[in-house]
């Protein structure tokens, strides 16, 4: 008996086949060139045919290969043609959508969002997966999710992406740190020498800090990794050291002078919050009113 085929994996074969590389697909994919390699191989001998030759230049398609393309793309068309139309037949039951989403957004955006979604939506399911920005990522283009919101610079490129808002991040201490002190301005290299309190890699947050020290020719150099804002937050109220997240997140402590905002000369901390989804199947009309509802919600 035959082994079910992969959609997936012809998926990537079809895009090797546009972009003429295994590296320029896994570049769009946002996957490694190895894990887009060993995806071929293991469709070879799923398929029991040749469909890449592959030499220290790189990699095109056999003979067999442009066939197996053709075909793939037509299989493709109609995949995606069914899954619209379960998508259809689904709704007119009870619309849903599975939306993965950053840990800060979760936290300080999401649950707005998903509230006023169900003002205008009632009918709507909302099914929310939390995971760092990286994860997301990986969770939309695998189609696991039907659309993601992070704050990540860098995305792979094949997915689709909306800016739903500006977002800034902050260097907080406690009021007794020196960097407290009126008037104290921080140079972005004092920033990066710091052993600072941050979230874990993955993160977009630690990804938005990363490059903009990166841009002013800094490494960042951790003192302390969560994977919890919250936990960063107790941290910094006790007096552990200077600690970076949203301003969003810092928002009550700042506020209520338990912390204190640092001005850091020239060290760009501002991001963007982004949906983002595969280009294929489309979006479905929950999941566009859910975008549509982060876009115009409030700041």
Known sequence: MAAPLNLEDLRVLVLVAEQGSIGRAAAQLGFSQPTVSRRMSALERSLRLPLLER????SSLTPTGQVVV?????????????????EVLRGAHRPSVRAAVSMTIAEHHAPQWVGRLRQHHPNITVTLLVQKSARVAELVTSG??????????????ALERHRIAW???VVAVHPDHPWAEPGRVVSAAEVGQAPLMVRE???????????????????LNPGLEMASNTALKSAALAGMGPVVLSTTALAAELA???LVAVRVARLGLRRPLTAIWRQRPQLS?????????ATTAPA
């Open 55 to 58: 030499s220290s230049t790189g």
């Open 70 to 86: 053709d075909w793939a793309t037509k299989l493709l068309e109609s995949a995606d043609d069914f899954s619209r139309s379960l």
């Open 144 to 157: 696991e999710v039907d659309v993601g919101f992070v704050e990540s610079v860098t995305l792979p490129p």
């Open 167 to 169: 977002d800034r991040l």
């Open 201 to 219: 890699p993955g993160s977009g947050t630690r990804e938005t800090l990363e490059q903009a020290l990166k841009r002013r020719g800094h490494p």
């Open 256 to 258: 209520s002078g338990k």
């Open 285 to 293: 009309d929950a999941a566009l009113a859910l975008v549509e509802t």
